[in-house]
């Protein structure tokens, strides 16, 4: 297993780029009814998620300013989790509430604050990322 070690920061990276492109879709949903619709342009709380995802989800593909935009993305998981899903009162059951994937955001984002973006992230370009 130690010669899968020395494709971590690349691994790492393509993690980064997929979750965030995943991400980005749902803000490009909201915004621009791509790939599909989501019913509407975005107002109040749904219009502030829609320019994170998309600002949060281009940072993230580029791997600039990688730890930050994780952690805030991280926790606007979290909120819409607690707001949109658990409110139903199956806190426990993100399956039953449908809130899998924004646990799952959450989850991998907050990785991403801690460890940074990987071997292709424009911060270990930048310096501003070199561990």
């Known amino acids: ?16 780029i997929v979750t965030a492109y995943l991400f980005l879709l749902h803000g490009t949903a909201k915004f621009f009814s ?37 952690f805030v993305l991280s926790g606007q998981m979290a909120v819409a989790y607690f707001m949109a899903h658990a409110s139903s009162g199956n806190v426990l059951f993100p399956l039953a509430n449908q809130g899998e994937s ?20 424009l911060d270990s370009v930048f310096g501003k990322d070199k561990d």
């Open 1 to 16: 297993m130690s010669a899968l070690k020395s494709f971590q920061p690349v691994v790492l990276s393509v993690l980064r």
């Open 102 to 121: 924004a646990v799952l955001f959450c989850f991998v984002f907050l990785y991403l604050a801690v460890v940074g973006g990987g071997a292709w992230a």
């Open 34 to 70: 791509f790939p599909m619709s989501m019913g509407g342009a975005p107002e109040g709380l749904m219009l502030v998620a829609g320019i994170l995802e998309i600002v949060g989800g281009i940072l993230l593909i580029l791997g600039l300013f990688t730890r930050p935009s994780a």
